[in-house]
């Protein structure tokens, strides 16, 4: 089976990386790996290249940002040519980002099988660009990989016919368990002067917290009570950067004495980061997965998530916008410290390993 497999922003990294390694065992995949392009800094894509060990790209389609109309329709009308070309088999997409509807559009369209892994997660709300992009995919796709008992829920309740449906586990967490040993050699910690167990990590990029100047100012109120009480490491992605600056935001941000203000982190800086915090703010999806592996408190700054199993079994909190809430939920997770959760059917570091193993069997 000719096989093109799709990333092309930062979380697709740490999914498609185990995912290569696994065809190895299969001499009947034949796997070629397209970079979209959509993330491009050396610090948001590069880095995650040398450290996961993913081969380069065969093909990179340079499409860079954009508005989502402009960025999807680039990488449709990029890779469109990149499919006549190699006349795959099949597409491979994982997650939920504009490069992942794309690329599974412009593959349906030209009649190649689509593979989504992490199919099934919702948020149920269509605000949000991901789920948009999650919802699309799934509708196209040939075969769903489901990280989490939601996932199967959701897509039986869509229609979606069972033989279509793999529960495989989290991709996420093989490279997280992959990579455990070799984060903890990192010297991060000691390069900011922090003490495990002693300091908080915070990220944040969702369009709904970081867009609107109102929400992001009102988070920064919250981050100027929280590093009183501990530091707080925060490295930032540019397009929260980007609008701290717009929203006249950056004096205040300058001026917290507990803040450590990073560029992006590479992933073993950042999994070391995360395993010895004492708690995790954040409106990242894969960052509840992994904490919840980590056993370290995580308090999600959103209203809902498409991964409850890390709220049911993990050890994650939604805390909404809402600084007064955030803040009481910080409190809590303060005074209850570090509390290890379940480990979630299947997040066992071989979720790869079984993708790989349903491929090698398919045929339409
Ligand atoms: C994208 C994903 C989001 C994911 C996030 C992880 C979509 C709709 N969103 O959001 O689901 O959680 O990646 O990071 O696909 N930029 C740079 N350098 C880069 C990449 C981006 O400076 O290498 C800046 C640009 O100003 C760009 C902005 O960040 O306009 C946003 O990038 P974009 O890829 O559009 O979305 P993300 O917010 O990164």
């Given at each position: 089976m000719k096989l093109i497999n799709v990333c092309g922003a930062r979380p697709n990294f740490m999914k498609i990386a185990p995912l290569m390694r696994a065809y190895r065992a299969h001499p009947g995949i034949a796997p070629l790996l397209v970079h979209t392009g959509q993330h491009y800094d050396e610090k948001m894509s590069r880095l995650f290249f040398d450290e996961l060990e993913?081969?380069?790209?065969?093909?990179?389609?340079?499409?860079?940002?954009?508005?989502?109309?402009?960025?999807?329709?680039?990488?449709?009308?990029?890779f469109e040519?990149?499919?006549?070309?190699?006349?795959?088999?099949?597409?491979?997409?994982?997650?939920?980002?504009?490069s992942t509807v794309a690329c599974a559009l412009a593959a349906a369209k030209l009649g190649?099988?689509?593979?989504?892994?992490?199919?099934?997660?919702?948020s149920f709300d269509r605000?949000?660009?991901?789920?948009?992009?999650?919802?699309?995919?799934?509708a196209i796709s040939d075969l769903l990989f489901v990280s989490e008992p939601s996932g199967l829920e959701n897509l039986r309740r869509e229609g979606i016919p069972e033989?279509?449906?793999?529960?495989?586990?989290?991709?996420?967490?093989?490279?997280?368990?992959?990579?455990?040993?070799?984060?903890?050699?990192?010297?991060?910690?000691?390069?900011l002067g922090l003490e495990p167990g002693n300091y908080a990590v915070l990220t944040?990029?969702?369009?709904?917290?970081?867009?609107?100047?109102?929400?992001?100012?009102?988070?920064?109120?919250?981050?100027?009570?929280?590093?009183?009480?501990?530091?707080v490491a925060f490295p930032i992605h540019p397009r929260t950067r980007k609008s701290l600056?717009?929203?006249?935001?950056?004096?205040?941000?300058?001026?917290m004495s507990g803040?450590?203000?990073l560029d992006p982190l590479g992933y073993l800086d950042f999994l070391r980061l995360m395993s010895e915090a004492a708690v995790v703010l954040t409106d990242s999806g894969g960052i509840q997965e992994e904490t919840t592996i980590l056993g370290v408190p995580c308090l999600t700054l959103r209203d809902s998530t498409e991964r409850p199993v890390t709220i049911a079994e993990g050890t994650n909190r939604l805390v909404g916008m809402d600084p007064d809430r955030l803040l009481a939920g910080y409190r809590e997770a303060r005074r209850q410290g570090r509390r290890s959760g379940r480990r979630p059917e299947k997040w066992d570091g071989r979720a790869a390993e079984r993708i790989a193993a349903v491929l090698a069997d398919w045929h339409r």
């Open positions: 993913i081969p380069r790209p065969d093909i990179n389609l340079e499409v860079g940002s954009g508005s989502h109309a402009r960025q999807t329709a680039a990488i449709l009308e990029r040519p990149v499919l006549l070309e190699h006349r795959p088999d099949a597409v491979l997409v994982v997650g939920d980002v504009n190649a099988a689509v593979f989504h892994v992490e199919a099934g997660l919702r605000r949000m660009p991901e789920e948009i992009n999650r919802v699309l995919t799934d033989h279509r449906i793999h529960f495989v586990g989290n991709v996420m967490i093989d490279t997280l368990e992959r990579c455990r040993e070799r984060a903890a050699a990192s010297g991060i910690l000691e390069a944040l990029h969702r369009p709904s917290n970081v867009d609107d100047p109102a929400v992001l100012a009102g988070l920064v109120g919250a981050l100027e009570e929280i590093q009183r009480d501990l530091p600056a717009c929203a006249g935001l950056e004096n205040r941000i300058k001026a803040l450590r203000l």
